[in-house]
């Protein structure tokens, strides 16, 4: 019984197996479906009953889910701890956590995250290697972008108190911190205009804040555009077939989905795989 409920649970190349994954995806798209119309005061007016009810068939439903996904897995911790377990788990927490918070009920939109299994089952895990080596350029990244933000941040600090000392409270710059979130906001080219410079010299400042903003944007892009160009060639160089060789000029070391030589242009004699 234990295997059987595995291979519907956790397997997807089975019949079985496909419809209860599309079922459960159904389930999860109706279940967030019902918190969002339930979130506008209209349909909650009107149907808050009825919603609550279903939001906790839901919940039940999903609850059983998890139950099962533990009780046949034979790696129980493996499935807890990773990402589908944690996200699993997340799924149905609010519901009973809505009992001391109520608000907490709408933290169930985590569930869409479950989506993602439509990957595994229209067999588009392809894409997943596309996401991860995104994932993989970020990481490489992360010390120079963090270099950068805390760069950022100092630049930040001294458009605020420029633009507090230049303004002052009486106009609307009560305070450095306020000042500070004047500047995020500008330099952010969000621009909500709830305090705003009135001097000559403190609308010199804000112009410049709000080029220097337009900066900020693309330092990020470039190291991260140049991370991602370097995952691509580390991938493409580990895809590439060293078994390929030039009729030509008999030079190997070619990319793995090449048939022209990369160095003279003739046709690569492809020497079938050792594997």
């Known amino acids: ?11 997807y190349e089975s019949r079985v197996g496909k419809i209860f994954d599309v079922t459960l995806i159904v ?8 918190v969002l119309l339930d979130s506008v005061a209209g349909y909650h007016a009107q149907y808050g ?11 039940i439903l999903f609850t059983i889910e998890y139950g099962l996904r533990l009780y046949s897995t034979s790696e129980k911790r493996a499935y807890i701890f990773s990402f589908y377990g944690i996200i699993d788990l997340l799924s149905i927490l609010p519901t009973y956590i809505a009992f ?3 608000s907490a009920v709408y933290l169930v939109v985590i569930r869409i995250m479950r989506v993602l299994r439509i990957f595994r089952i229209l067999k588009l895990l392809r894409y997943m290697g596309e996401a991860n080596m995104l994932y993989l350029a970020l990481l490489q990244a992360r010390r120079k972008i963090l270099v950068f933000l805390f760069s950022v941040i100092n630049i930040i600090i001294i458009f605020g108190a420029l633009i507090f000392i230049i303004e002052g409270p009486e106009h609307g710059f009560n305070n450095i911190p306020q000042s500070i979130y004047w500047a995020i906001v500008t330099i952010t080219t969000v621009g909500y205009g709830d305090i705003a ?10 112009a410049i804040a709000m080029i220097s903003g337009y900066a ?7 190291i991260i555009g140049a991370e991602l160009m370097q995952q691509v060639r580390q991938r493409t160089q580990a895809q590439g077939n060293t078994d390929s ?7 190997t070391g070619h990319d793995g989905d090449a048939f022209h ?7 690569l004699n492809k020497k079938p795989s050792s594997s």
């Open 1 to 11: 019984m234990q295997k059987i409920i595995y291979d519907i649970i956790f397997g």
């Open 27 to 34: 389930l999860i798209i109706s279940s967030v479906t019902a």
């Open 49 to 59: 009953e009825f919603l609550y009810r279903l939001e906790w068939l839901f919940t």
């Open 100 to 102: 001391l918070f109520p």
């Open 197 to 206: 410079p009135q001097t000559p010299l403190g609308q010199f400042v804000a």
């Open 216 to 222: 900020f944007i693309a330092v990020p892009t470039g």
């Open 245 to 251: 060789e030039c009729v030509s000029c008999h030079s």
């Open 261 to 267: 030589c990369k160095y003279c242009g003739n046709l």
